[in-house]
């Protein structure tokens, strides 16, 4: 899911990505 967590950096900011992540590690 790296790919995926890569592009969404370059697409949202680094807060909505963290966001992301936490939502998709639980």
Do not use: E, G, V
Request: hydrophobic letters at 40%.
């Amino acid at each position: 899911m790296h790919l995926i967590t890569q592009s969404l950096q370059l697409l949202y900011p680094p807060q909505i990505t963290s966001l992301r992540m936490q939502s998709s590690a639980d």
